[in-house]
């Protein structure tokens, strides 16, 4: 089965950190780019991290950069979002997402075409 | 970083209605544009991929279209399945991936 399951979310105080992780099964993880996605509660949704299938490429949004770190071990098939010194504002849903790169005409777009049911993180004291 | 709206913000329809949304760039991202359609307390689930295509599975009452800044997603028939939020989201300049605000599509 097709699938991407979140764990690792929870209540944390602000200041302290979270390692979120995402196990991939049903396809070949390694061929994928990866992204994490959260939407924090009653609001829309923001992308926060990626990793190239080969783990050489990192970014991240302007938000998180210096405080989250994106990670993957192929051997696992599993994603991680490492999140230290987190904020208040940092309470969210975090989806994984897979990043599927396809070439429409001439036009070579990112879709995320399959995402995890989400999980919780709440930092509050 | 490319910004994306989205109007109306939100929609009373009844089921059967033709509903459309409508999203726009801060600036051109020729058709790096797709649509998800989120129901509460669930994931994000992908309806059109670049401008408009429609993903696997994806009823046809569902159809994108637009190029530039401008574009659109309709629901020719609404169903009750259909009432959710949708979002817009650019792939032209990346990173970051940035998604509009939502619409969301209730019943009258």
């Known amino acids: 089965q097709v699938q991407l399951v979140e764990s690792g979310g929870g209540v944390v105080q602000p200041g302290r950190s979270l390692r979120l992780s995402c196990a991939a099964s049903?396809?070949?993880?390694?061929?994928?780019?990866m992204h994490w996605v959260r939407q924090a509660p009653g609001k829309g949704l923001e992308w926060v991290a990626a990793i190239s299938f080969d783990g050489s490429e990192k970014f991240s949004a302007d938000s998180v950069k210096g405080r989250f770190t994106v990670s993957r071990d192929d051997s696992k098939n599993t994603l991680y979002l490492q999140m230290n010194s987190l904020r208040p504002e940092d309470t969210a849903v975090y989806y994984c997402?897979?990043?599927?790169?396809?070439?429409?005409?001439?036009?070579?777009?990112?879709?995320?075409?399959?995402w995890g049911q989400g999980t919780l993180v709440s930092v509050s004291s | 970083d490319i910004q994306m709206t989205q109007f109306p913000s939100s929609l009373s329809a009844s089921v059967g209605d033709r509903v459309t949304i409508t999203c726009r760039a801060s600036q051109s991202i020729s058709t790096y544009l797709n649509w998800y359609q989120q129901k509460p307390g669930k994931a994000p689930n992908l309806l059109i991929y670049?401008?408009?295509n429609l993903q696997s599975g994806v009823p046809s009452r569902f159809s994108g279209s637009g190029s530039g800044t401008d574009f659109t997603l309709t629901i020719t028939s609404l169903q009750p399945e259909d009432f959710a939020t949708y979002y817009c989201?650019?792939?032209?300049?990346?990173?970051?991936?940035?998604f509009g605000p939502g619409t969301k599509v209730d019943i009258k």
């Open positions: 670049a401008a408009s």
């Open positions: 989201e650019q792939s032209y300049s990346t990173p970051p991936f940035t």
């Open positions: 049903g396809f070949t993880f390694s061929s994928y780019n």
């Open positions: 997402a897979r990043g599927f790169r396809m070439t429409v005409k001439v036009v070579v777009i990112t879709l995320f075409d399959l």
